[in-house]
């Protein structure tokens, strides 16, 4: 037996004992006892493992019957065979493991050294399904504008279609600094996303590949390294996506993990009651205390972007004088958003 299949046997006893049964299973009583017998005696001095084949075959000798031990070889055979397969396998596996752990790593700093380049600055998140021209898209890239305006902090989103697009828009109509974190994704994955939004350069987006590294990179780019930075965390209506990033701003927020000691607003917009069903159950969570009833208060939800820049604006102490955006602000009173 290969040292090497060995070495893989020693880190996973459990296999060898899966083989045994899979190889001897079928077999004739006298070989699975041998089988099963040689198994333990191996389990309990697994060190002696590099020896153990002339131990095998020396108990295959002793079998009364040569129809018995010409079964037993074959067994033994097959065993050698199916230990080879599994370390392969493993092999494989450890390979690619620390291949996606390389790849993981490279995009983490990728989307850091963005964040360096383009700045922290207000982190936009939303669906992927609106288009121009809906209500719920034009929303998000006024407020892009005016927020950057405000807090002249640059915009942040996935760097995708719909809110994402909009947001980003509205921040290069505005303060003019963008920056987008993009998940890469295939036509299977994704019949509209492929694709990064036109309103990029190529230089103010990094692509990843797997999620923890885009999603770790978003969140440092609302991180307040000192006072003077303005950042916010702004989820509008989304999907999936949008609730997965809300869910873990809240829980690090929460447990004290967004890697900051300065406070980050976290807004949620709350148009046409779209996160209704979603507010009474976090209340849901406070009265089975299954949250703190404080817990509430990590957020903020904003009906209009009104009252989100003001929130914004009363949060980083900015006189009334600097918020311009009250008189160019669209009333949205008389369009129907569409939720997508």
Known sequence: MPAFHIRYLMRRLDDLHSIV?????????????????????????????????????????????????EEAHKIHAKIRLLIADRAVDGVVAEDRNRSSAETMKRETLSAFDMVQRQGRGIVCFGSARNNPGDPMYEQ??????????????????????????????????GYGKIGGIKIELSADESEFEQNVSDVYRDDEVAICTYFAPRKVGLVDACMRPDESVRTAAVFFPGG???????????????LNKLGTEHDVPILLMNFDGYYDNLIKQLEVLARHDSIKNDDLKLLRVCTSNKEALDRLAKFYKIPPEECEYKGRLRDWSDTKTNSK
């Open 140 to 173: 998000a890239r006024e407020f892009g504008r005016e927020s950057s305006l405000l807090l002249n902090s640059t915009i942040w989103t996935g760097a995708g279609p719909g809110i994402m697009d909009a947001s980003a828009r509205g921040g290069r109509e």
């Open 240 to 254: 999936f996506g949008t609730l997965d990033e809300f869910f873990e701003f809240i829980t690090l927020k929460q």
């Open 21 to 69: 049964q899979q190889a001897t299973n079928g077999c004739s009583q006298e070989v699975q006892t041998l089988g099963n017998d040689l198994l333990d005696r191996f389990l309990r001095d697994p060190v002696n493992a590099q020896e153990f084949c002339p131990v095998i075959l020396d108990a295959i000798a002793k079998l009364p019957s040569d129809a018995l031990q």
